[in-house]
């Protein structure tokens, strides 16, 4: 198991769709591994293979708040199958955009499919973080970004602050 570099915005590898995972292999199982420890060094409740620049369709997330705590979770393929009506407003970050919260809206209950390590098909109903996590996280792999729920305002002025953020770093290497 290894700690992966993660992808920062601007990067458009962010912008990806990622395809399918499809035979469980033991890489597939590694990169598990590897998404876990990345995510709890940073740490994280969620992340997808694409934030450390894998475009395929994997998710790993972990609610808990202490070591003790922990419950991983493995989503192979994951889709949401069906969304509550009713939505729900709550304060997001990415560790693909470090130190940026902001409020956004979502369904607040969920259904979601996948498959877990051992190959079996599981569907789940997710409310609170765990539903938030998961929406987030399966954006993820179809390229999007917590931030394309905000207003273009918003949106065009993180964009702005960060690409002027990669121009430092890139002249300062
Ligand atoms: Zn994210």
């Not at 990169?31 to 709890?40: I, K, R, V």
């Not at 694409?50 to 369709?57: E, F, S």
């Not at 997330?61 to 009506?85: I, Q, Y």
Request: proline content about 6%; overall charge negative; glycine content about 6%.
């Amino acid at each position: 198991m290894a700690v992966r570099p993660l992808v920062i915005l601007p990067d458009s590898k962010l912008r990806l769709v990622s395809e399918p995972v499809g035979p469980i292999t033991d890489e597939v199982r590694a990169l598990a591994a590897d998404m876990l420890e990345t995510m709890y060094d940073a740490p994280g409740i969620g992340l997808a293979a694409i934030q450390i620049g894998v475009p395929k369709r994997l998710v790993v997330v972990d609610l808990g708040k202490t070591a003790e705590d922990r419950n991983p979770m493995v989503l192979v393929d994951p889709e949401v199958t069906w969304a509550s009506e009713d939505k729900r407003v709550h304060e997001e970050g990415c560790l693909s955009i470090p130190e940026y919260y902001e409020e956004v809206e979502r369904p607040e209950k969920v259904r979601v499919r996948y498959r877990d390590l051992k190959g079996d098909t599981v569907e789940t109903d997710a409310d609170g973080l765990l539903a938030i996590c998961l929406q987030h996280e399966i954006d993820h792999l179809n390229g999007v970004l917590f931030v394309d729920h905000l207003s273009r305002l918003k949106r065009t002025r993180l964009l702005k602050k960060f690409e002027k953020a990669a121009k430092r770093e890139s002249a300062d290497a």
